[in-house]
């Protein structure tokens, strides 16, 4: 007898209804008690996700993570340059005193001793010093340091300004706090312990000397380096913080004193007849030639980059010649050495201070004291270059009462 199986076709599923709009809205809401927390963790990540976004156009919302690292990145500390090889630098060595004011600790050293100016100092190392009138003109090389960088960054035709001071070893702890304090570029300390740190300036390639002390500065002109002893204006006037500006004097500073023994010995009308016989006859070069040529070196960086009217150093010869009759000799000597300044003003004997208060100089070099006191007047910063005939007749007022602990 057969078996008969019978065959039931396949059960095919039935199709889900697609709820409509009402019931999807249920459903969402329903969702929300079991799902919530999946739906508010998608709603954090792309919170997140929009926050690590690279930063809009120019006028848009900062992003939380770019203010984050702009703070972090002030926190950091800064990278100092390298300092130039001194054989390849411009190479300013200045005084502890004319960078500093220290007229304080200069009374304890003469009333009390060296033993209680060193301890004074220790007890103090931790409050920087005033600046200086040399400050200003520091900060200036700085700046103009800064934009050579900027153009050439391997170049080592910069700046390097070094302290030079007497001063004990252990007064050097508040010294680099100070320089620290206002950030200034000096890694070069020359600190002699009471002797004279006129016999180092030539081992450090010195290109010019800034010092208080009078006699000091004469013993760097003796042995034939740019220097001058540098004063404090009598009343502040603002100098610029983007541009150097140097002002010379003509004779015993730029040129040698040549024409000025004339004038000592003979007057004024033999002198404008001397110049004018000699007006394509170059004059001999005087102490600071060689600080105008460095300058004129850098400024020719500058210019070579095309930005004669936009450098950052200008410099200016100031002199009492009169134009017409004596200012085409000193003109053509510097023509005839290659060099220039950027403005000449022949003044006619007339007083520089006016002038100098508009020129607003970072410093001013003459060899004349009247001229030097007549610029401190007017709150610019001057400094006298101890040569020539003049000094022979009148010697320096800041020659007098010098202390054996000028810095």
Known sequence: MGCHIKRVPPRRPRLRELPGR???GRARSGATGAAGTRTERDR????????????????????????????YDNLAPKKKPKSPKPENAITIAVSSRALFRMEEEQKIYTEQG??????????????????????????ALEAVNAQLRELYPDSEELFDIVLMTNN???????????????????????????????????????NLYLSSDAEKVSGAIEEGIAAATIFSPSRDLEVSEKQLRVAFDGDA????????????????????????????KPLAQGPLKGFLEALGKL?????????????????YLVTARSAASSGARALKTLRSWGLETDEALFLAGA?????????????????QMFHVEGAQEMGAVAAHVPYGVAQKHKRPAQDKQQTPNSK
């Open 22 to 24: 009402a019931e999807r």
């Open 44 to 71: 954090r990540c792309h919170r997140s996700r929009r926050a690590m976004e690279p930063p809009g156009p120019a006028g848009a919302p900062g992003r939380p993570w770019d203010e984050a690292k702009a703070f």
């Open 114 to 139: 060296v033993e209680a100016y060193v301890k004074y100092q220790l007890d103090h190392e931790n409050e920087p010093f005033l600046p200086g009138a040399a400050f200003p003109f520091v900060k």
């Open 168 to 206: 004990h070893a252990q007064v050097g702890v508040r010294l680099i706090n100070s320089i620290n304090h206002y950030d200034l570029f000096i890694e070069r300390f020359c600190m002699t312990g009471g002797n004279s740190p006129i016999c180092y300036l030539k081992a450090y390639h010195t």
């Open 253 to 280: 500073v730029l040129f040698s004193d040549e024409s000025e023994q004339i004038v000592k010995a003979h007057g004024l009308d033999m002198f404008f007849e001397h110049e004018k016989a000699h007006e394509n």
């Open 299 to 315: 400024q020719k960086k500058f210019y070579s980059k095309g930005l004669r009217l936009e450098c950052p150093i200008r410099t």
């Open 351 to 367: 007083p520089k201070g006016p002038l100098l208060r508009k020129i607003r100089p970072h410093i001013f070099f003459d060899d």
